[in-house]
């Protein structure tokens, strides 16, 4: 019902910021009542929680790892979900993946629980 694709990634030196975008198309303009989150996956690596917003964007929740220095948010009128990534540092190197689903709590670390995946961007941090 929603196919989220993300954008945005790239390579960056250690210290520097990127912004990526996971833009959500829905027909049937639900995505308002989607929660949404960030994982990632660094090579050779099980795939991770990075942060979790709620449908109207109040509540959000972050892996410890990147607490303080990621910032997630959305804007419902763009279909859009954001991940704002500062302070980068070479473990952030991963592909990132944005993911929706229709679950009763606001947020969900649980990567289980997301029925909704996009295709990843990678994001390279250099030292």
């Known amino acids: 019902q929603v196919q989220p694709v993300e954008s945005g990634g790239g390579l960056v030196q250690a210290g520097g910021s990127l912004r990526l975008s996971c833009a959500a198309s829905d027909a049937r303009r639900t995505f308002t009542n989607f929660r949404m989150g960030w994982f990632r996956q660094a090579p050779g690596k099980a795939r991770e929680f990075v942060a979790a917003i709620s449908w109207n964007g109040v509540i959000s929740d972050y892996a410890d790892s990147v607490k303080g220095r990621f910032t997630i948010s959305r804007d419902n009128a763009k279909n859009t979900v954001y991940l704002q990534m500062n302070s980068l540092k070479p473990e952030d190197t991963a592909i990132y993946y944005c993911?929706?689903?229709?679950?009763?709590?606001?947020?969900?670390?649980?990567?289980?629980?997301?029925?909704?995946w996009g295709q990843g961007t990678q994001v390279t941090v250099s030292s």
């Open positions: 993911a929706a689903d229709l679950g009763r709590l606001p947020t969900t670390r649980e990567s289980k629980q997301y029925d909704y």
